[in-house]
């Protein structure tokens, strides 16, 4: 024999042997009984393979534990405790190539109580504006005198007579949560007042709020294309009306509305976002914005080389003498208050300028200290980039400090002495 064909036929070995798995799952309901009961009470199963043309047998399970049964039905009879779990079933049938297997169904959960009192809640979550129907069962169903429903551990409802049933209308998601209940009755001339164990009640919206995802990197796609995918949870009751998507690009919708979920559009940058929409119930949501490539905003940051000329230099700044205003540490007379809005702010001018040499105070903790300020000065004396210092000067003097800073580049000079700066060329 050929190796080339041995080795194909020893590789296809463990295939023939596994089953192979249908397309589609099967589906496992009570016919008779609760989701919770008491101890030594009974429930039905039937298993459902969504395949006619064929016959199929069944297979159930409790957990990973595979049951005896075989058949369509599975009865539970007088439940114990420990048989509570979450039951499921497959579908098996033969063919030539082996055994042929359904996906297995979804869990349906089954609470054995060993108490006097359960609280019986639907098994499937319900929808938002659905009306809720839980009853407090007690064992041997004597007659009650009061039911009280808790949510959370907090009284919600009360009732008095032999009425076990709540109902809550108009479901929120608010009222989602832990429930319990407690049943009162009378026997042998004695009041017996017994809580429940909790039991959960799960609420969904029938359309959940929609999750856009981006596919830009996919070699099936062309290289100019990337895929929009609206992911939501559409959880109407059967049958479910048909739901319609947008997708949309900086707030302009891209073509008309599709049934499916995804949509192939121009790999371009952008604000990208998709919206799910049920026509004949009315409702619409849409998704949070999702951004593709570098996506161009109002703000432009210049490069450094472009900014304006009068800009503040990264030197620490130094007053002017044209200004005449005096430190912010030694405020004048004449100095106006923060408050008087409506005044014009006038300052004194100094009579002497070449006399601001060593009066100044010591320098506070948040100032640089005074040797640091010489330095500066000094470096700054000997470059022609002085006078870029004195172009921040208000409008009212732009012409005096247009004139003193050519003075000072001409022929001035700067000079340092504890922390102060004076020019000789002061006109």
């Not at 002085?386 to 050519?406: H, K, M, P, Q, W």
Request: hydrophobic share 35%.
């Amino acid at each position: 024999m050929n190796p080339v064909i041995f080795l194909c036929v020893l590789s296809m070995l463990p295939q023939l042997g596994a089953p192979s798995v249908a397309p589609f799952r099967a589906v496992v309901e009570m016919v008779s009984g609760d989701s919770r009961i008491f101890s030594g009470e009974s429930v039905r199963l039937k298993c459902s393979v969504p395949d006619v043309r064929s016959s199929w047998s069944h297979l159930w399970f409790r957990g990973s534990e595979q049951l005896p049964q075989h058949g369509q039905h599975l009865i539970l009879w007088k439940m114990k405790i420990q048989e509570s779990g979450k039951y499921y079933c497959e579908g098996v049938r033969d063919s030539q190539v082996g055994d042929i297997k359904t996906l297995q169904s979804l869990p349906l959960e089954i609470s054995v109580d060993g108490g006097w009192v359960i609280l019986q809640v639907p098994p499937e979550p319900s929808l938002v504006s659905d009306t809720l129907k839980v009853m407090c069962r007690a064992r041997g169903t004597p007659p009650l005198h009061e039911v009280i429903l808790y949510k959370d551990a907090v009284e919600v409802m009360r009732q008095n007579g032999l009425n076990p049933y709540f109902y809550l209308t108009n479901l929120t998601l608010e009222e989602q949560g832990v429930y319990s209940c407690r049943a009162s009755w009378d026997i042998d001339r004695r009041t017996r007042s017994v809580i429940s164990a909790d039991a959960s009640v799960q609420i969904f919206d029938v359309l959940s709020l929609p999750v856009l995802e981006i596919v830009a990197d996919n070699d099936l796609m062309p290289a100019n294309k990337m895929k929009l995918i609206c992911h939501v949870q559409y959880n109407a009751r059967a049958p479910a009306p048909p739901i319609n998507y947008y997708f949309y690009k900086n707030n302009n919708r891209l073509g008309t509305a599709t049934s499916e979920n995804h949509d192939l559009v121009r790999r371009t940058p952008g604000q990208y976002s998709c919206r799910a929409k049920v026509p004949l119930l009315g409702i619409s949501r849409s998704s949070e914005l999702e951004s593709f490539g570098q996506v161009k905003g109002p703000g432009i940051m210049l490069h450094p080389d472009l900014r304006p000329r009068n800009s503040r230099p990264f030197a620490p700044s130094i007053s002017s003498p044209q200004t005449s205003r005096p430190p912010a540490a030694e405020p004048t007379e004449a100095q106006p208050s923060f408050h008087q809005s409506t005044q014009t702010p006038t300052f004194t001018e100094p009579t002497e300028v070449s006399s601001i040499q060593t009066s100044s105070p010591a320098p506070k903790p948040s100032q640089p200290a005074p040797s640091t300020l010489q330095s500066t000065v000094q470096s700054l004396s000997q470059t022609p980039a002085l006078v870029n210092i004195f172009e921040e000067l208000s409008d009212d003097t732009s012409a005096e400090s247009s004139v003193g800073s050519a003075d000072v580049s001409s022929g001035g000079s700067v000079e340092s002495s504890g922390g102060s700066a004076e020019s000789d060329d002061i006109p």
